[in-house]
């Protein structure tokens, strides 16, 4: 993560993972991550059919 200065506000550029498959490998190059686990159970109780679009 870089940080710099645009318009007097410090702002934070972070790297945000393409294709990364293996979580250690991501931890160790520093890219961001959002753990969703929390979802999982609210998508499965959910009463309309989802379309998850894996990339």
């Known amino acids: ?5 645009e ?3 410090i702002m ?3 790297t945000i993972p393409y294709a990364v ?3 250690i490998d991501l931890r160790e190059r ?4 959002v753990d ?8 499965e109780d959910y ?3 989802i379309l ?3 990339k």
């Open 47 to 49: 009463n309309t059919p």
């Open 12 to 14: 934070a550029r972070i």
């Open 30 to 33: 520093g890219f961001y991550y």
């Open 7 to 9: 318009n007097s506000k």
């Open 52 to 54: 998850l679009l894996m």
């Open 36 to 43: 969703k686990t929390d979802y999982i159970p609210k998508l």
């Open 21 to 23: 498959a293996d979580f």
């Open 1 to 5: 993560m870089c940080v710099y200065r």
